[in-house]
């Protein structure tokens, strides 16, 4: 075997600023390609986080595709080898979903020691748009709040970090195994996997190919993988596997190849960012009878029926979580243990939960928060309003899966998207929601808005608030507001306590919820953006007895209600979302 000399130790100064979000590091590409060590330094706080047991376990990596992304892999490589990790896992041309690292530190378990993704999730790519960098666990799922300020911790005081210099650059482009001996750490194997292969074999335990192909080849649909990493997963799944027997020459697949830059787009499928299938479908109503798109990495969807029915991603939860048994997975014996939402995310699921006895878990923003719950064996099924769908298949949300257990959904049904949700409203009533995103504003004025308007609702009396509100209800198309539905039950910043490792989550959004059920109103900053702030509204209204109304319409009085209380435009200086969900 080619022996490679021992890994060298590069001195390095320390940034302040590595501080995991929401979901990984992001930062605008730049920072990555222009300041020193900058990647470096946070691939070795991850591995210098890692057990020191690394002899003999894999680490995966892949991307999504985006710009830097290969030269991010070497680097990973390098850096992972000489800190002793000798057996690497990477997808061919450095792709992977991040659905599938999951499924692949999953299937290598215990022998894994985790994954990293190189991915800015729905950000813009290339070499003015975003880069980023996550950490996935042995369980498959994003490293919990302890891991990453364990990382941020160590990179804080990072002084130098290991590299192999000469060992050679990985042949991305095919797929096979490379074997190579580095001094003082000994054997190493490189492996470069179908980046497809293992996640189509999951989907294929999960779901009834036959059932999707038989109506797949009389329902035509639009899938929109918009340049990102779905792309080759869209081909082989629905392309191929499920269209063997009858092709439906009717659907239509769109930018399934990859880009670094994501065609110049915003690679975040919703009704703004994913126009395109939007308009395909409201083009063409009588033509498909579904579509769908996928963010970035693979893990966010957007569903729609024909004409373009927009189905909110907090009822898609709900109706899957009312159909489950339609897909062979939650049969036995896996069983559904149990239901969970993120904090902001519609309580329609927890409508079917009460109905059908199923227990609904609540958990802050961010997919981290479900993974204790289901390595517990007491989570099914849970979702995230921000277009995050999945199970306990594995420890991400998953665009793919989600499409295809919607369309398992409809096939066993026989029914189209809007007769499923309309039908489902009147069985379970419904959650009109709407959250509206104030994307790219000022950091300190963001901050001290929210700030101002924690004091606001923890120290106003809250028939003060009530009345604050009513007022400005009467602004808007309703017009004669009642005191008795706005009434303002009560107020909080959202705290978390895990029930399994009883860790602590506090000021995970500001809400203001109204009596009798009414509905809600919440605000948070994002923690995924790479510049700037983003603020997030997310309004809430319940009903039971009138469930086909136009959301925009049911919840204008909320909108101007969560304007006049939180004083966005005095404190901010704008009042328009840049994008309505
Ligand atoms: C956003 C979503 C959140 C999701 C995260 C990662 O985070 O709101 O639900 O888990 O992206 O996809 P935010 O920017 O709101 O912190
Ligand atoms: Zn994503």
């Not at 993120?342 to 609904?360: E, H, I, N, Q, Y």
Request: with cysteine.
């Amino acid at each position: 075997m080619v022996k490679y000399s021992a890994p060298t130790v590069v001195k390095t100064a320390a940034y302040q600023d590595q501080k995991p979000g929401t979901s990984g590091l992001r930062k605008p590409t730049k920072i990555f390609l222009e300041k020193e060590n900058y990647t470096a330094n946070f691939v070795q706080s991850i591995i210098s986080a890692l057990p020191l047991e690394r002899k003999g376990k894999v680490l995966i990596v892949g991307g999504d595709g985006r710009f830097y992304g290969p030269e991010a892999v070497d680097l990973i490589v390098r850096i992972a080898i000489a800190n002793g990790v000798t057996n690497l896992t990477i997808g061919q041309h450095s792709i992977l979903s991040t659905p599938a690292v999951s499924n692949l530190i999953r299937r290598r378990a215990p022998n894994c020691l985790g994954g990293i993704i190189l991915t800015a999730s729905h950000n813009p790519g290339g070499p003015d748009g975003d880069f980023g960098i996550k950490f996935n666990i042995p369980n498959g799922g994003p490293a919990p709040d302890a891991v990453t300020n364990n990382i941020y911790e160590i990179s804080k005081q990072l002084g130098e970090y290991k590299i192999c210099q000469d060992v050679p650059t990985i042949d991305l482009a095919n797929v096979g195994v490379t074997e190579f001996e580095v001094d003082t750490i000994g054997p190493v194997r490189v492996d470069v996997i179908d980046s497809v292969e293992d996640y189509v074999q999951l989907m294929k335990e999960i779901f009834d190919f036959n059932l999707l192909r038989d109506f797949l080849s009389s329902f035509p649909v639009v899938i929109n993988a918009m340049h990102g990493v779905t792309g080759p997963y869209v081909k082989r799944i629905f392309q191929q596997e499920l269209a063997q027997t009858t092709p439906n020459p009717n659907s239509l697949y769109l930018n399934t190849v990859p880009l670094p830059d994501f065609g110049g787009h915003h690679p975040d499928p919703n009704q703004t960012y994913a126009a395109d299938l939007v308009k395909i479908l409201k083009d063409n109503p009588t033509k498909y009878g579904f579509g769908a798109a996928y963010d970035g990495d693979g893990d966010r969807n957007m569903l729609l029926g024909a004409g373009g029915f927009f189905v909110t991603p907090s009822d898609s939860l709900a109706v899957l979580a009312a159909n489950l048994n339609a897909i062979p997975y939650f049969n036995k014996p896996n069983g559904i243990k149990g239901l969970a939402r993120s904090m902001p995310t519609s309580g329609a699921v927890d409508r079917v939960g009460k109905k059908l006895g199923f227990t609904v878990y609540e958990v802050p923003t961010g997919w981290k928060y479900f993974g204790n719950l289901m390595d517990a064996g007491q989570l099914s099924l849970c979702g995230e309003e921000s277009f995050g769908t999945g199970s306990d298949h594995i420890r991400e949300k998953d665009g793919i899966w989600a499409s295809l257990a919607f369309l398992t959904v409809l096939a066993s049904k026989k029914t189209s998207v809007k007769d499923l949700l309309e039908n489902h409203w009147k069985e379970f009533g419904r959650n009109y929601f709407l959250r509206l995103d104030y994307e790219n504003v000022d950091g300190t004025k963001a901050n001290q808005m929210i700030g101002e308007l924690e004091k606001k609702i923890m120290s106003t009396p809250k028939e003060q608030l009530t009345k604050e509100i009513i007022d400005a209800v009467k602004t808007s198309s309703i017009k004669d507001p009642s005191l008795e539905k706005y009434k303002v039950d009560a107020t909080d910043n959202f705290e978390f306590t895990d029930l399994i490792d009883g860790s602590v989550a506090k000021g995970q959004g500001l809400r203001i919820m109204f009596a009798n059920g009414f509905g809600r109103m919440v605000w948070r900053l994002s923690g995924t953006g790479s510049s700037g702030a983003t603020i997030r509204v997310y309004l809430e209204k319940c009903d039971d007895e009138h469930v086909t109304g136009d959301a925009l319409v049911v919840l204008d009085d909320l909108v101007k209600a969560s304007l006049a209380i939180s004083r966005l435009q005095a404190v901010v200086g704008v009042d328009t979302p840049t994008v309505i969900t």
